[in-house]
Structure formats: C-alpha cells, structure tokens
C-alpha cells in the first residue's frame, strides 16, 4: 500500500515560483514512477508530468514545458514539482499520483495505482 501526501500549493501572482512535494509512504516507492496532475475548477483532471521510478525519463504537458520540472529524491521518498513563471491558467488542485507504468501516468488518468488528495495552487493575474 501506498499513501501519498502533497504540500506546498498556496497563493502566488502571476510570474511567480512554487515548489510542490509528494512524500510517500510504503516500501514500493522507489519501483513506481511518480506523476502530478491537476484540476481546474469545472475541468477535467489532466496530465502535467510524470517521472521513471530511477528518474531517467521525464515527460511534461506541452502547456507547462520549460516552465516546471519535475523531479524525484528515492532516499526521501519524495518527488517534487518546481513550477516558474506561473500563469493564471497554472491556477487548480495538483494531485500527486503513482504506478508502475509512466505510460499509464502520460496517457490516461484512469486506472492509476494511487492518487494523493491534492494541494490547491492558485495565481492570480
């Protein structure tokens, strides 16, 4: 079993910076690849970027590439979101999520192993 926990969502203006974490807990972290997506108010929950279990390979939605980097520490069980140059349309719920296969977390937003409960980011103009 794993449970995921995400922190550092807040309210930032327009060009601003934040910095989300994920801590896992269980013993089957460091075999998942790990994967953040969000939710805007009236929208589907959609994909931003995802991470190999070793994080050799990373993928981003096009609408946050160059801007937010995702990354991964196996020794803290944690994997992070830096996000810069923030917009309004950055503005929703970011939910940390894990699963074997990061085809799965780049493709489809079901059938993922595990999902936090969320960090509200939100940027005003």
């Known amino acids: 079993q794993v449970q995921l926990v995400e922190s550092g969502g807040g309210l930032v203006q327009a060009g601003g910076s934040l910095r989300l974490s994920c801590t896992t807990s269980g013993r089957t972290f460091r075999s998942y690849a790990m994967g953040w997506f969000r939710q805007a108010p009236g929208k589907e929950r959609e994909f931003v970027a995802a991470?190999?279990?070793?994080?050799?390979?990373?993928a981003y939605a096009d609408s946050v590439k160059g801007r937010f980097t995702i990354s991964r520490d196996n020794a803290k069980n944690t994997v992070y979101l830096q996000m810069n140059s923030l917009k309004p349309e950055d503005t929703g719920v970011y939910y940390c999520?894990?699963?074997?296969?990061?085809?799965?977390?780049?493709?489809?937003?079901?059938?993922?192993?595990?999902w936090g409960k969320g960090t509200l980011v939100t940027v005003s103009p």
């Open positions: 999520a894990a699963d074997p296969s990061i085809v799965v977390l780049r493709t489809t937003t079901n059938g993922i192993d595990y």
């Open positions: 991470i190999t279990w070793n994080g050799g390979t990373t």
